[in-house]
């Protein structure tokens, strides 16, 4: 399925007409580069939340 995702987001075609004009870049990259960003960004989120006070309210 990887493959498969990497050749329609690198498709020139694809990036002009549905990525492009949604500000989107087609990476492409491999499902564990794609992990390490997705847990990388998942710890700067908790710690802007962390930063910021925020607190679940409660019923």
Request: proline share 8%.
């Amino acid at each position: 399925m990887a493959k498969a995702v990497h050749a329609v987001v690198t498709d020139p075609a694809y990036r002009d007409r549905v990525l492009t004009p949604q500000a989107y870049r087609g990476v492409g990259n491999s499902p564990e580069a794609f992990t390490t960003i997705i847990e990388e960004e998942r710890r700067k989120g908790a710690e802007m939340v962390r930063l910021s006070g925020v607190r679940p309210v409660t019923p």
